[in-house]
């Protein structure tokens, strides 16, 4: 059964720091790409972004240098370091497992930021 559980969500002020962490269970972990989503209320969900079984990276431009997402295989685990927090990154962070055609999704962890 694969599982994916997501931590670190919470609440911080504008210009802060949170780091997200997802560890996989049930998947061989070093053969999925991973990716961070997130949605607010409203919206839909958007890529936030992702790692490949390479360790390439791509991040959505709102948040291009702010945000670095890394994998550690031995851990079967993915983080999302987030400096530099504003309002708009306020919504529930989700993690995913892709491998071609097939995807799997953590729950979601919730993120506010304050102004």
């Known amino acids: 059964q694969v599982q994916l559980m997501e931590s670190g969500g919470g609440l911080v002020q504008a210009g802060g720091s949170l780091r997200l962490s997802c560890a996989a269970s049930?998947?061989?972990?070093?053969?999925?790409?991973m990716g961070w989503y997130r949605q607010a209320p409203g919206d839909q969900r958007e890529l936030v972004a992702r790692i490949t079984t390479n360790s390439n990276t791509n991040y959505a431009d709102s948040v291009k240098g702010r945000f670095t997402i890394s994998r550690d295989n031995a851990k079967n685990t993915v983080y999302l370091q987030m400096n530099r927090l504003q309002p708009e990154d306020t919504a529930v962070y989700y993690c995913a497992a892709e491998r071609f055609e097939f995807s799997n999704w953590g729950q979601g962890t919730q993120v506010t930021v304050s102004s």
């Open positions: 049930g998947i061989a972990f070093s053969y999925w790409a």
